[in-house]
């Protein structure tokens, strides 16, 4: 009976130990952000983005350095002309002010047009993480990158 006591209290631990350690392996952790750089899809959104923000800051440039040009333009000629003249130039200069304003205004858009961008490609990093999360039956996947909460991630990183 005493061997019986034994045997049952053994067979129970190891029933026991077998159950937390399959509990301990369904926590999985990547780190997305890295899972993200690597997709094509993002080294496209980013090369559109460059591209876009290069065209922004050639098109400023190129209307300022034009305004600049009128102003001492205008500056130098200003004795020559008449008030109405210089009054009308003036207003001219302030025209071409504002729409640098404005088309500064338009480029603050590239943030909306980054978010247009990139909604998928995380959505579709998302569905391959809860894919594979399931086809590897973890229950859950923490999210490895720097500042995210997770301290040490020594579990099975699933970016392989």
Same mark, same amino acid.
């Given at each position: $009976?005493? %061997?019986?006591?034994?045997?049952?209290?053994?067979?129970?631990?190891?029933?026991?130990?077998?159950?937390?350690?399959? &509990?301990?392996?369904?926590? &999985?952790?990547?780190?997305?952000?890295?899972?993200? #750089?690597?997709?094509?899809?993002?080294?496209?959104?980013?090369?559109?983005?460059?591209?876009?923000?290069?065209?922004?800051?050639?098109?400023?440039?190129? $209307? &300022?350095?034009?305004?600049?040009?009128?102003? @001492?333009?205008?500056?130098?000629?200003?004795?020559? @002309?008449?008030? #109405? #003249?210089?009054?009308?130039?003036?207003?001219?200069?302030?025209?071409?002010?504002?729409?640098?304003?404005?088309? %500064?205004? %338009? &480029?603050?858009?590239?943030?909306?047009?980054?978010?247009?961008?990139?909604?998928?490609?995380?959505?579709? +990093?998302?569905?391959?993480?809860?894919?594979?999360? +399931?086809?590897?039956?973890?229950?859950?996947?923490?999210?490895? $990158?720097?500042?995210?909460?997770?301290?040490? +991630?020594?579990?099975?990183?699933?970016? +392989?």
């Amino acid at each position: $009976m005493k %061997q019986f006591k034994t045997l049952l209290f053994a067979a129970v631990l190891i029933i026991g130990s077998t159950s937390f350690m399959n &509990a301990q392996s369904k926590v &999985a952790h990547i780190n997305t952000q890295e899972l993200i #750089e690597a997709m094509p899809e993002m080294k496209s959104a980013k090369a559109e983005l460059e591209k876009l923000a290069k065209t922004y800051e050639t098109d400023i440039q190129t $209307m &300022a350095t034009e305004l600049q040009n009128k102003v @001492k333009q205008y500056d130098a000629e200003a004795s020559t @002309k008449t008030d #109405e #003249e210089n009054q009308k130039r003036i207003e001219e200069v302030g025209g071409m002010e504002q729409s640098i304003r404005q088309y %500064q205004g %338009q &480029a603050q858009h590239l943030a909306k047009k980054e978010s247009e961008l990139l909604k998928p490609i995380y959505e579709k +990093a998302k569905t391959a993480i809860e894919a594979v999360a +399931a086809a590897q039956g973890f229950d859950y996947v923490l999210d490895s $990158m720097s500042g995210q909460g997770v301290i040490v +991630a020594s579990g099975k990183d699933l970016l +392989a």
